[in-house]
């Protein structure tokens, strides 16, 4: 029996244009009085997550910041941060790729630089709580994740030179070609997910994922039933119970429904 969903957002549950099928809200309800419990688990921003699916939010669980930050609802649950020597250290490793954009992903809101203010409109994308600041030395506020962003959309090319200067105690992960972000090694959206199975007695094999991307590979992995979306890299394909349709095609909805009988 299926008591926990969990999906991603980019590329998985949302459709080309960011956005998912209206279609959702009543197959929520109806997931809602079989008792089974939503989450979202996306490397993007708790708040604008939260925002994405008002009036529904208070009755969802969030995975954010590639499981970074936990919440039922509005309520946080548990919160990952960086030590601030080891931000220094990365900020030290990034600093010679000024062709690069970094945002601060903050327990308290996300953080860009002032000379970054032309990239906006995509920072809105996965941001609504940000700000502006002129310099990364001064921010009051706990690090969870540092997220890169190569505009000419080759972020891989950049990983084997980047990892040697690292924190030990960090990993980079990649979400697509224009995205990479560190975060503390031990933190996934697996990790996210078995805490919630832990805290709310659920097994494995009462619960269903959906992921596209390397940042969904433990995630998938810690469900039974994890489905690969069409569009998906090869390993994740590799790893996954099965497949549905492409995000373009609400393949996440229809493997729900055709699971669940909810048609």
């Known amino acids: 029996m299926i008591k926990l969903i969990a999906t991603d957002m980019d590329g998985t549950f949302l459709d080309s244009d960011k956005r998912f099928d209206p279609e959702f809200i009543d197959i929520f309800y109806k997931l809602k009085e079989k008792g ?3 989450v979202i688990a996306s490397g993007n921003q708790y708040y604008r997550l ?3 699916f008002l009036p529904l939010s ?7 910041e590639n499981g970074c930050y936990i919440a039922e609802g509005a309520t946080e649950l548990y919160c990952n941060t960086i030590t601030h020597d080891n931000v220094e250290l990365i900020k030290t490793a990034l ?10 992903c903050g327990r308290k809101g996300a953080y860009v630089l002032s000379r970054d203010k032309h990239f906006e409109s995509l920072v809105r994308l996965h941001y609504c709580n940000y700000q502006f600041v002129d310099s990364f030395d001064h921010i009051d506020d706990e690090i969870m994740k540092i997220s890169i962003n190569d505009p000419e959309e080759q972020i891989e090319k950049y990983l084997q030179a980047l990892e040697p200067h690292l924190p030990v105690a960090v990993k980079v992960v990649t979400a697509g070609n224009m995205w990479m972000d560190i975060h503390n090694r ?3 959206k697996g990790v ?3 805490f919630l199975q832990a805290i709310y007695e ?3 094999d009462e619960c269903m994922a959906f992921g596209d991307q390397m940042n969904d590979y433990e995630l998938l992995q810690q469900v039974k039933y994890g489905y690969a979306m069409d569009n998906a890299v090869l390993p994740i394909k590799e790893i996954a119970y099965g497949t549905t349709r492409s995000n373009d095609e609400q393949g996440v ?3 729900i429904k055709e699971v669940l009988d909810l048609a």
């Open 58 to 64: 208070e009755q969802m669980y969030f995975i954010a």
């Open 202 to 204: 659920i097994e494995p």
């Open 95 to 104: 600093a010679p790729y000024d062709n690069l954009f970094m945002i601060m």
């Open 36 to 38: 089974i419990k939503f």
């Open 186 to 188: 031990d933190i996934n």
């Open 192 to 194: 996210g997910m078995r």
């Open 253 to 255: 909805l229809i493997k």
């Open 50 to 52: 939260y925002q994405k």
